[in-house]
Protein backbone atom coordinates (compact mmCIF):
# COMPACT_ATOMS: atom_id res chain seq x y z
CA UNK A 1 0.00 0.00 0.00
CA UNK A 2 1.50 3.67 -1.12
CA UNK A 3 1.41 6.29 1.44
CA UNK A 4 -0.81 8.22 -0.04
CA UNK A 5 -3.63 4.68 0.54
CA UNK A 6 -2.57 4.95 3.99
CA UNK A 7 -5.70 5.31 5.69
CA UNK A 8 -4.26 7.45 8.79
CA UNK A 9 -2.76 10.00 6.17
CA UNK A 10 -6.67 10.69 4.96
CA UNK A 11 -7.44 13.95 6.17
CA UNK A 12 -10.93 12.56 6.45
CA UNK A 13 -9.41 10.07 8.76
CA UNK A 14 -7.70 12.29 10.69
CA UNK A 15 -10.79 14.62 10.90
CA UNK A 16 -12.98 11.55 12.19
CA UNK A 17 -10.30 10.77 14.84
CA UNK A 18 -10.31 14.48 15.91
CA UNK A 19 -14.13 14.54 16.67
CA UNK A 20 -13.87 11.05 18.18
CA UNK A 21 -11.22 12.54 20.89
CA UNK A 22 -13.20 15.60 20.98
CA UNK A 23 -16.71 13.55 21.62
CA UNK A 24 -16.31 12.60 25.67
CA UNK A 25 -16.66 16.24 27.84
CA UNK A 26 -13.60 15.07 30.09
CA UNK A 27 -11.11 15.49 27.39
CA UNK A 28 -13.14 18.95 26.53
CA UNK A 29 -11.99 20.00 29.96
CA UNK A 30 -8.61 18.35 30.00
CA UNK A 31 -8.19 20.57 26.86
CA UNK A 32 -9.95 23.67 28.52
CA UNK A 33 -7.18 23.07 31.42
CA UNK A 34 -4.02 22.88 28.79
CA UNK A 35 -5.04 26.13 27.03
CA UNK A 36 -2.76 28.07 29.07
CA UNK A 37 -0.04 25.57 31.09
CA UNK A 38 1.68 22.36 30.83
CA UNK A 39 0.69 19.57 33.34
CA UNK A 40 2.38 16.63 33.87
CA UNK A 41 0.43 12.87 34.05
CA UNK A 42 0.45 13.16 38.01
CA UNK A 43 -0.48 16.64 38.38
CA UNK A 44 -3.53 15.48 35.82
CA UNK A 45 -4.55 13.11 37.84
CA UNK A 46 -4.77 15.54 40.90
CA UNK A 47 -6.40 17.81 38.82
CA UNK A 48 -9.21 16.11 37.66
CA UNK A 49 -9.51 13.55 40.71
CA UNK A 50 -8.95 10.08 38.29
CA UNK A 51 -7.15 7.13 38.41
CA UNK A 52 -3.65 7.73 36.36
CA UNK A 53 -4.54 4.95 33.81
CA UNK A 54 -7.92 6.63 33.22
CA UNK A 55 -5.76 9.67 32.60
CA UNK A 56 -3.04 8.11 30.72
CA UNK A 57 -5.81 6.62 28.35
CA UNK A 58 -7.22 10.17 27.93
CA UNK A 59 -4.39 11.43 26.50
CA UNK A 60 -3.13 9.15 24.51
CA UNK A 61 -6.55 9.50 22.50
CA UNK A 62 -5.85 13.31 22.41
CA UNK A 63 -2.63 12.70 21.39
CA UNK A 64 -3.33 10.29 18.62
CA UNK A 65 -5.93 12.98 17.17
CA UNK A 66 -3.05 15.37 17.41
CA UNK A 67 -5.08 17.72 20.02
CA UNK A 68 -2.00 17.42 22.79
CA UNK A 69 1.59 17.76 22.69
CA UNK A 70 4.46 16.40 24.87
CA UNK A 71 7.97 17.23 26.15
CA UNK A 72 10.21 15.72 28.38
CA UNK A 73 10.75 17.44 32.00
CA UNK A 74 13.72 15.36 33.82
CA UNK A 75 11.72 12.38 34.23
CA UNK A 76 8.45 13.58 33.96
CA UNK A 77 6.36 13.93 30.70
CA UNK A 78 4.63 17.25 30.28
CA UNK A 79 1.21 17.59 28.37
CA UNK A 80 -0.32 20.70 26.39
CA UNK A 81 -2.29 21.93 23.72
CA UNK A 82 -0.67 20.68 20.43
CA UNK A 83 -0.23 23.89 17.66
CA UNK A 84 -2.54 23.76 14.77
CA UNK A 85 -2.23 21.66 11.96
CA UNK A 86 -0.74 23.33 8.91
CA UNK A 87 -3.34 20.97 6.70
CA UNK A 88 -6.01 23.64 6.10
CA UNK A 89 -9.10 21.49 6.83
CA UNK A 90 -7.57 19.60 9.79
CA UNK A 91 -6.18 23.37 10.98
CA UNK A 92 -9.45 25.10 10.78
CA UNK A 93 -11.13 22.40 12.64
CA UNK A 94 -8.72 22.39 15.25
CA UNK A 95 -8.80 26.03 15.57
CA UNK A 96 -12.92 26.01 16.25
CA UNK A 97 -12.89 23.18 18.55
CA UNK A 98 -9.82 25.53 20.70
CA UNK A 99 -12.20 28.45 20.29
CA UNK A 100 -15.33 26.12 21.80
CA UNK A 101 -13.53 24.70 24.29
CA UNK A 102 -12.18 27.85 25.85
CA UNK A 103 -15.48 29.39 26.00
CA UNK A 104 -16.27 26.71 28.73
CA UNK A 105 -16.44 27.74 32.19
CA UNK A 106 -14.02 26.49 34.45
CA UNK A 107 -15.99 25.04 37.74
CA UNK A 108 -15.19 26.34 40.80
CA UNK A 109 -13.72 23.31 42.31
CA UNK A 110 -11.51 22.55 39.21
CA UNK A 111 -10.09 25.71 39.51
CA UNK A 112 -9.46 25.61 43.01
CA UNK A 113 -7.12 22.41 42.10
CA UNK A 114 -5.33 24.10 39.22
CA UNK A 115 -4.96 26.93 42.03
CA UNK A 116 -3.06 24.18 44.19
CA UNK A 117 -0.88 22.83 41.45
CA UNK A 118 0.15 26.66 41.14
CA UNK A 119 0.70 27.25 44.17
CA UNK A 120 2.99 23.97 44.73
CA UNK A 121 5.10 24.71 42.02
CA UNK A 122 5.49 28.65 43.33
CA UNK A 123 6.24 27.33 46.75
CA UNK A 124 8.88 24.64 45.21
CA UNK A 125 10.53 27.61 43.34
CA UNK A 126 10.68 30.58 46.32
CA UNK A 127 12.18 27.89 48.87
CA UNK A 128 15.33 27.22 46.62
CA UNK A 129 15.79 30.80 46.06
CA UNK A 130 15.54 31.23 49.53
CA UNK A 131 17.80 28.60 50.72
CA UNK A 132 20.17 29.61 47.51
CA UNK A 133 20.42 32.88 47.86
CA UNK A 134 24.00 33.32 48.86
CA UNK A 135 24.56 30.80 46.26
CA UNK A 136 23.11 32.68 43.44
CA UNK A 137 26.08 33.55 41.58
CA UNK A 138 27.54 30.08 41.45
CA UNK A 139 24.50 28.29 40.74
CA UNK A 140 24.09 30.94 37.25
CA UNK A 141 27.93 29.94 36.46
CA UNK A 142 26.67 26.43 35.86
CA UNK A 143 24.58 27.50 32.97
CA UNK A 144 25.21 30.56 32.14
CA UNK A 145 25.72 33.85 34.25
CA UNK A 146 24.88 37.21 33.34
CA UNK A 147 28.31 38.40 31.86
CA UNK A 148 27.49 35.46 29.30
CA UNK A 149 24.43 37.85 27.89
CA UNK A 150 24.56 40.86 29.36
CA UNK A 151 25.93 42.39 26.26
CA UNK A 152 23.61 41.26 23.82
CA UNK A 153 20.47 41.62 25.94
CA UNK A 154 21.98 45.93 26.70
CA UNK A 155 22.44 45.87 22.95
CA UNK A 156 18.86 44.21 21.86
CA UNK A 157 17.24 47.31 24.75
CA UNK A 158 19.05 49.91 22.84
CA UNK A 159 17.86 48.43 19.04
CA UNK A 160 14.39 47.88 20.24
CA UNK A 161 11.81 50.20 18.70
CA UNK A 162 9.78 52.02 21.27
CA UNK A 163 9.99 55.48 22.12
CA UNK A 164 13.45 56.74 24.24
CA UNK A 165 12.83 60.35 23.76
CA UNK A 166 9.47 60.98 25.60
CA UNK A 167 8.37 62.06 29.57
CA UNK A 168 8.58 59.57 32.19
CA UNK A 169 10.05 56.53 30.71
CA UNK A 170 9.43 53.69 33.24
CA UNK A 171 11.00 50.44 32.53
CA UNK A 172 10.16 46.91 34.66
CA UNK A 173 12.50 44.12 35.47
CA UNK A 174 11.21 40.87 36.45
CA UNK A 175 13.55 38.48 38.48
CA UNK A 176 16.58 41.36 38.76
CA UNK A 177 18.61 38.26 40.58
CA UNK A 178 21.56 40.27 41.98
CA UNK A 179 20.51 43.44 40.17
CA UNK A 180 23.33 43.55 38.01
CA UNK A 181 20.93 44.94 35.10
CA UNK A 182 19.45 47.63 37.16
CA UNK A 183 21.98 49.91 36.67
CA UNK A 184 22.16 49.71 32.75
CA UNK A 185 17.99 50.36 33.43
CA UNK A 186 18.50 53.34 35.72
CA UNK A 187 20.80 55.42 33.33
CA UNK A 188 17.76 55.12 30.74
CA UNK A 189 14.57 55.21 32.48
CA UNK A 190 13.52 57.84 34.49
CA UNK A 191 11.86 55.13 36.80
CA UNK A 192 12.63 51.58 37.20
CA UNK A 193 10.58 48.72 39.09
CA UNK A 194 12.55 45.52 40.03
CA UNK A 195 9.68 42.89 40.83
CA UNK A 196 10.55 39.57 42.54
CA UNK A 197 8.98 36.98 44.31
CA UNK A 198 12.01 36.19 46.48
CA UNK A 199 12.70 38.09 49.49
CA UNK A 200 16.24 36.57 49.73
CA UNK A 201 17.02 37.58 46.44
CA UNK A 202 15.15 41.08 46.52
CA UNK A 203 17.18 41.79 49.11
CA UNK A 204 20.07 40.97 47.71
CA UNK A 205 19.35 43.42 44.23
CA UNK A 206 19.01 45.96 47.26
CA UNK A 207 22.16 45.88 48.26
CA UNK A 208 23.16 46.74 44.98
CA UNK A 209 20.76 49.84 44.23
CA UNK A 210 21.57 50.86 47.78
CA UNK A 211 25.64 50.71 46.80
CA UNK A 212 25.36 52.36 43.67
CA UNK A 213 23.15 55.17 44.82
CA UNK A 214 20.07 53.81 42.61
CA UNK A 215 17.44 56.43 43.55
CA UNK A 216 14.90 55.89 40.43
CA UNK A 217 14.47 52.13 41.26
CA UNK A 218 11.73 50.99 43.73
CA UNK A 219 11.83 47.31 44.53
CA UNK A 220 8.60 45.27 44.72
CA UNK A 221 7.80 42.36 46.52
CA UNK A 222 5.59 39.71 44.55
CA UNK A 223 4.96 37.92 41.27
CA UNK A 224 3.40 39.37 37.80
CA UNK A 225 0.05 39.32 39.81
CA UNK A 226 0.68 42.41 41.71
CA UNK A 227 1.62 44.18 38.53
CA UNK A 228 -2.42 45.60 38.41
CA UNK A 229 -1.77 46.99 41.62
CA UNK A 230 1.33 48.83 40.71
CA UNK A 231 -0.87 50.02 37.39
CA UNK A 232 2.29 50.99 35.17
CA UNK A 233 2.69 51.48 31.43
CA UNK A 234 6.26 50.03 31.57
CA UNK A 235 8.08 51.42 27.76
CA UNK A 236 10.24 48.47 28.36
CA UNK A 237 9.97 45.12 30.00
CA UNK A 238 13.32 42.74 30.94
CA UNK A 239 13.29 39.04 31.54
CA UNK A 240 16.44 37.81 31.89
CA UNK A 241 16.27 34.01 32.80
CA UNK A 242 13.65 33.76 34.75
CA UNK A 243 10.76 31.84 32.73
CA UNK A 244 12.21 28.37 33.42
CA UNK A 245 11.75 29.30 37.00
CA UNK A 246 8.25 30.12 36.69
CA UNK A 247 5.17 27.83 37.27
CA UNK A 248 3.19 29.05 34.51
CA UNK A 249 4.80 30.80 31.45
CA UNK A 250 2.22 31.14 29.87
CA UNK A 251 0.52 33.43 32.83
CA UNK A 252 3.84 35.72 32.95
CA UNK A 253 3.72 36.39 29.21
CA UNK A 254 -0.07 37.54 29.88
CA UNK A 255 0.53 39.78 32.69
CA UNK A 256 3.44 41.50 31.25
CA UNK A 257 1.74 42.27 28.16
CA UNK A 258 -1.05 43.87 30.57
CA UNK A 259 1.62 46.41 32.22
CA UNK A 260 3.24 47.48 28.49
CA UNK A 261 2.45 50.67 27.21
CA UNK A 262 1.22 50.96 23.61
CA UNK A 263 4.23 50.63 21.37
CA UNK A 264 6.35 48.89 24.53
CA UNK A 265 8.85 46.36 24.05
CA UNK A 266 9.15 43.21 25.95
CA UNK A 267 12.71 41.17 25.85
CA UNK A 268 12.79 37.85 27.06
CA UNK A 269 16.39 35.91 27.54
CA UNK A 270 15.83 32.77 28.29
CA UNK A 271 17.37 28.72 27.29
CA UNK A 272 16.51 27.31 24.58
CA UNK A 273 14.93 23.55 25.29
CA UNK A 274 17.51 20.81 26.31
CA UNK A 275 17.45 17.66 28.00
CA UNK A 276 20.20 18.55 30.74
CA UNK A 277 18.11 17.35 33.73
CA UNK A 278 20.60 17.92 36.66
CA UNK A 279 19.41 21.70 36.34
CA UNK A 280 16.55 21.01 38.02
CA UNK A 281 17.79 20.23 41.06
CA UNK A 282 20.83 22.30 41.04
CA UNK A 283 19.67 24.98 39.98
CA UNK A 284 15.84 25.01 40.95
CA UNK A 285 14.77 25.04 36.98
CA UNK A 286 10.90 24.01 36.74
CA UNK A 287 11.42 23.84 32.80
CA UNK A 288 14.05 22.55 30.49
CA UNK A 289 14.28 25.72 28.58
CA UNK A 290 11.46 26.01 25.72
CA UNK A 291 11.32 25.97 21.96
CA UNK A 292 11.03 29.19 20.33
CA UNK A 293 7.23 28.42 18.82
CA UNK A 294 6.63 28.01 22.57
CA UNK A 295 7.44 31.87 23.55
CA UNK A 296 5.75 32.46 20.15
CA UNK A 297 2.66 31.12 20.99
CA UNK A 298 2.43 32.52 24.31
CA UNK A 299 3.17 36.03 23.28
CA UNK A 300 0.91 35.64 20.26
CA UNK A 301 -2.24 34.67 22.91
CA UNK A 302 -1.01 37.98 24.61
CA UNK A 303 -1.82 40.00 22.22
CA UNK A 304 2.00 40.73 20.90
CA UNK A 305 3.82 40.86 17.96
CA UNK A 306 7.15 39.20 17.53
CA UNK A 307 10.38 41.67 16.98
CA UNK A 308 14.07 40.82 16.39
CA UNK A 309 15.65 37.61 17.75
CA UNK A 310 19.07 36.49 18.93
CA UNK A 311 20.52 32.73 19.51
CA UNK A 312 23.80 31.72 20.37
CA UNK A 313 25.06 28.69 21.76
CA UNK A 314 27.31 28.46 24.86
CA UNK A 315 30.14 25.70 24.83
CA UNK A 316 28.58 23.96 28.19
CA UNK A 317 25.41 22.61 25.73
CA UNK A 318 23.02 25.40 26.31
CA UNK A 319 21.77 27.79 23.48
CA UNK A 320 20.41 31.06 24.75
CA UNK A 321 17.46 32.82 23.08
CA UNK A 322 16.82 36.66 23.56
CA UNK A 323 13.61 37.08 22.07
CA UNK A 324 11.50 40.71 21.17
CA UNK A 325 7.98 41.20 21.68
CA UNK A 326 5.83 44.38 20.84
CA UNK A 327 2.78 45.33 21.97
CA UNK A 328 1.02 47.35 19.32
CA UNK A 329 0.50 50.85 19.35
CA UNK A 330 -3.16 52.04 19.69
CA UNK A 331 -4.50 53.94 16.40
Not at 38 to 50: A, K, N, P
Not at 267 to 279: E, S
Request: some cysteine; hydrophobic content about 45%.
Amino acid sequence: MSSDENPQERPAEQLAALLKAAADPLRLEVLRVLARDSYGVLELVSIFELKQSSMSHHLKVLASAGLVATRREGNSIFYRRALTSVDPLLGEAQRRLFISVDSLPLEPELQARLDEIQSERETASRKFFTENAGKFREQADLIASFPVYQEQVAEALLAAPFDKTGENRLALELGPGEGEFLPFLAERFDTVFALDNSPAMLETSRQLVHSKGLNNVELVLGDTRRLHELDIAAQCIVVNMVLHHTPSPAQIFSDLASSLASGGVLLVTDLCRHDQAWAQEACGDLWLGFEPQDLSQWSAEAGLEEGQSIYFALRNGFQIQIREFIKPAQA
